[in-house]
C-alpha cells in the first residue's frame, strides 16, 4: 500500500505560481514512478506530467510543457510540481499518482497508476 498527501493548492492569479507537492509513505519512495493529474468537474481525469523512479526521465503534456516542472526528492519521499505562469484554464483538481515499478519508465496514463491522492483544488483567477 502507498499513502498519497498533496499540498500546496490555492487561489493565484493568471500569470502567478505555485508549488504543490504529494508526500508518500507505505512503500519504499524510490521503486514509485510517479506522476500527476488533474480534473475538472464533468472531465476525465488529465494527464499533466510524470517521471520515473531515479528521476532521470520526465514527460509533460504539451499544455504544460515550458512552464511546469515536475521534481522528486527520494530522501524527503516527496514529488514536487512547479506550476510557474498559470492559466486559468489550470484551475482543477491536482492529483498526484504512483505505482510500483522495476523499471526505469514514465507513466502517462491514468490507468497505469495504481495508488491516488485526495487531490488539492488549484484556482487560477483571470
Known amino acids: 500500500q502507498v499513502q498519497l498527501v498533496e499540498s500546496g493548492g490555492g487561489l493565484v492569479q493568471a500569470g502567478g505560481s505555485l508549488r504543490l507537492s504529494c508526500a508518500a509513505s507505505g512503500r519504499t519512495f524510490s521503486s514509485l514512478t510517479l506522476g500527476w493529474f488533474r480534473q475538472t468537474p464533468g472531465a476525465e481525469r488529465e494527464f499533466v506530467a510524470a517521471?520515473?523512479?531515479?528521476?532521470?526521465?520526465?514527460s509533460y503534456a504539451d499544455s504544460v510543457k515550458g512552464r511546469f516542472t515536475i521534481s522528486r526528492d527520494n530522501a524527503k519521499n516527496t514529488l514536487y510540481l512547479q506550476m510557474n505562469s498559470l492559466k486559468p484554464e489550470g484551475t482543477a483538481v491536482y492529483y498526484c499518482a504512483a505505482q510500483p515499478t522495476f523499471y526505469a519508465t514514465v507513466v502517462v496514463t491514468a490507468e497505469g497508476y495504481r495508488y491516488w491522492g485526495q487531490g488539492t483544488q488549484v484556482t487560477v483567477s483571470s
Open positions: 517521471i520515473s523512479w531515479l528521476g532521470d526521465s520526465t
